[in-house]
């Protein structure tokens, strides 16, 4: 039988959701791990509100108060849903009660920020991860174990883009629960903290570290109203950064993100070209990885849509049968899967707060160089 | 609050995953349904399976014997997945105990078979469903509003196919758990039953009944080793089938279904044509829509792939954001929305075992068609 | 140097002007074939018509008569381009006359009619070859390579379809240059000797001898204005034809065409499934070959995109450089140097009259067979 | 009838060849114009190909000396294909003869090096054109008719690659016919001037001026062996380039060029999205433009894929039929006509030497700012 492990949550928005779902379902699906979540505790702004996702997800309990989740005894496991600016004073507080820690990303506004959240873990000794879970897809984790296996060869170059498309219109407000990402107090960043650090997360994960970076953003709305003041405020945030860079391992980088490519809700891409062979992925067909091998016969060489849903696939024999996809919502229960297997195993699921921290370095240095129009090496 | 509804499922295999799934999770993404599923108990031929089965998926209890679960007074939904040939004993008993029924398609080996399952649901009052799942993958859902609208005009043209490979080998077996549907005995036909019954649900969801058929079928591999006698055995079942028919409402349709179509795993796509607009999909890639309207601007006319996924279209707002991808097992949880918020309403959803009779009346007359080597009429 | 040979077009429409261009391009790519054509005749039934032609496209002389070509000693090579109730008389006398002979598709209206004229060819012993282009698509011939080196093992299914949208209009009239493929009376039938010609052709060459067909055609638009008599008149061919076949090996084909498939100019498609490996293609994207091979590794198989441009793919090496593709109106260019080049070593270039014949044998099945309603086999 | 004009190639390479196909062809496909063609003399290095050249395409004489096409008063057009390199010198005697010039792109090595050439055509009053053969593309044609009309809205992103694989291999030499282009005394620079210069002449044809760019810049194979000179050399081409910009009109771009993306042979993209809509195209399916209208209606909304072979679609007037699709070496056709039209009308086709110019100024800023790790200014 599954141990049972308490899981508090702190905040009930779209991450909350996707958090809480993972929780439910990991043990039918992933009944191996010697562990079963079970939902204790949630948190979040308001009574109302709070009980009624508690109703909704089957948690034990609600509070507005995340202090009385730290106080708890009971739970094991506190999971960080919240706006980003709150993100280091939950997590100190939640290492320092011992509990394992599960923090949405990007890990803090910014790499000096994050820096005592990793001392915190570290010094307390608990279990903790950062969720970038796209590296659970299993075409993204698929694609990983291909480059490990050395099919690409020398690596020549790195290629991603996140595409969106939601805040073209200057009536989108900023700040408050729905758009705080568009407040940089709250965000510490727009599209770079929000949408690359997904690609740097991936694209260090696959082909190593970033040495050095060269980016420029802009932001393309001035002004939004602001939720939170019932102001007209001027934006702090990037609505679009574009940089290029150089990998330790000597390929070069080449990373774009914006909210105002219409047309785009959720393009997340990547392409890696290696001297023989090439990878690449969309998350708008999350299910299938383009595989290119120059070592085909010449006759029947091209781009492989390889729909990654047969059983020997990551992850994929704990879902259906093959041809069937799964979604987005599955790669969180699959982060989950690997946390508890790395509590259960001692070794510790990747990211990690400090390997997190890596990409809040590379956030850091992309902002960097945007104001100062230069190159700008990352902090190592 | 939602009223509790306690659960009897009655087989542990494929279906009885993706329908428990469904049960679990309903409630946390349609609360507005007013009905919320408790996983009672589940039923299966091995005690030691079953009991497994229990635990992972959070069932209060384990039985062998399905008598039990009619006999259960607490027990308000039964739902069906065992093999074909176990559906009418089982509903007919459900129906006189009362119980609503979720049945998995086929309804039954033949018409023949599903006639009495019908008379005995429509005679005890009570709810009943058969599960064509794919009505409500969100793309086909849209497929069907869009024809509703008129959008197509005069419809000319049906065409589905579903197509897979995983029976090329001669060393899979009939019979047994894992490839009872290759046994004629407990699925009653091949293709047609399995792969094309949900071609043809669709179809005359989308465009009405089928008048009458002319059909093909193939045995490619003559011979299996049964493993429920442990004996080759002849194939009875059809590896293939392929039939051209015509609508009630005068436009051709085109179907085919295999197991031998290497490459293909689950490859369930269809096209409809209309006078001013076309429609195409494929399980494939289940989250995009094809459409084509004559009517564009012919500076821009094209196919459209639409990705399903914004909020406005159909079950999507209760998932995640714009751009994010549900999967298959999701498709279970929406009938079952439609199922409860039917029963709420008193609208029963579709399809009734009563609509599904006209798939299998279908299917009989593909088979009998192939048998004569000429057109059968369907019988209405 | 390369020996001139004059040649004479009858029919200076949609044909005419293909054929044109391959015989004024052909030495330019073809340079190793050892003749070079020259345009010496175009012969058409308006005078105007006929001398705008040659001098858009180089012919030394034009006329009226085609009986004049037939006279002409000097000329080498007669190039039937007209309405198929003309391919007979006029290609029958140009083997009397000892010319060469290309003949567009489909060979004649009906086996019957074409009968004579093979015996015409064959009792002459001029070189003639029916213009079934789609053959010279390189990616068509890479299929064919393909197959024949045996990398699909058995066959199981053969696939094709050719779907149009242009005569959905009532308006569309019949008869005259630009519409009489919609006269029974000039084309012998609709989209059965069309189209669905050329589907067969390809997949004979591919797969082998059809044995019998059934078949289901329908005319969805009963009138149409005739443009050579000025009334509406019944329209006598066939809109739409389904068929489905076995062929001598055993496999299953299942064959559609339609010119009212709103949103297909010219989708002709094909795929065909073996044991071991399956090909797809699409004439929209002509110059890509699907492929899919079971026998690779499976952690990267998948449906391959096979981009056929590179020099060593089939015929590409004559044209530009690899990624860069060619067009529709190139086919017919590899179609003649495959016919000079059969005529230079005595080694007569595919499919001659007598080839073509067995197709007009299975559209004259599949006819029968629809107006009759049962199988009907396919004369050998 | 057609005026002939007399035409002197230099240069029997590739684009010898793709122009001499336009030359010999354009007359019978865009028979408004009112010219056509004669294929004079032909000049290349080597007197043995040369002659064979004039054989094979129908040229009434070669030569091995350029001044000789100069010298020739009957020549009316000089059509430039040879290495980057000689361009400058014969285009300003081509200028000084009188004679109307087409060169290939880019116009020279570098600006300054192009300048003297605007000088000397503007000076001579002669037409002039430079080969950026893919504005003629139909689809990219199509593409800018669509931005023209206002459809994008305000402009946010262009973004653009042109990638390839060839030079992988470090035996891939430098120097020489074949490999001219990897030499930077011949070329001038790398991907740059090869390739990106296509992307930039799109992008700003499109987009409208370049502002400012910051570039990076590497040689992965820093020696190959020198065909002319036997020896291995230091490469001094950029093998790879990435750069982002700003657009005067207030869009930011991001373009990457280089031969070493496994998998992708001539893979030129371009995207650019606007307030309300994005389009979308690909060399590798050069008949398809992508296309996005957030106006649509939101249950039919989604990228559109549109097949550019209607007859109503730029150019395809002038070839086959709907659906039926043409190829790389048309492109040149296309210019051709257009250039030849615009000397009838004296309204000349772009991009003339000077249009030209600009490209070839934002190439200079590319590789400045390569060198200098910072963001350059575009000469205006």
Known sequence: ???????GIIGYGFMGRTHSNAYRNVHSFFSDVPYEPVLKTICGLEEKEAKAFAERWGFKSHTTDWHKVMDDKSIDIVD?????????????AAAKAGKMIICEKPLARTGKEAEPMVQAVEKAGVANLVSFNYRRVPAITL???LIDEGRLGRIFHYRANFLQDWT???KVPQGGMATWRLDVKAAGSGVTGDLLAHCIDT????????ASVCAMTETFVKERMNVDTGKVEPVGIDDACTFFCRFKNGSLGNFESTRYARGHKALFTFEINGEHASIGWDLHDLHRLSYFDHRDDSQVRGWRSIHVTDGDMPYMGHWWVPGLQIGYGETFVHQLADFLDGVAKDKPASPTFREALATQYVCDAVLVSAKNGKWENVKA
Chains 1, 2, 3, 4 share one sequence.
């Not at 039988?1 to 899981?7: E, I, P």
């Not at 960080?80 to 100190?92: D, Q, R, T």
């Open 1 to 7: 039988m599954a141990k049972q492990l308490n899981v």
């Open 80 to 92: 960080i849903c919240v706006p980003n600016n709150y993100h280091a004073e939950i997590a100190i």
């Open 168 to 170: 073209i219109s200057t």
């Open 203 to 210: 694209a260090m994960w696959q082909n190593g570290p970033i």
């Open 143 to 145: 694609a990983k174990k």
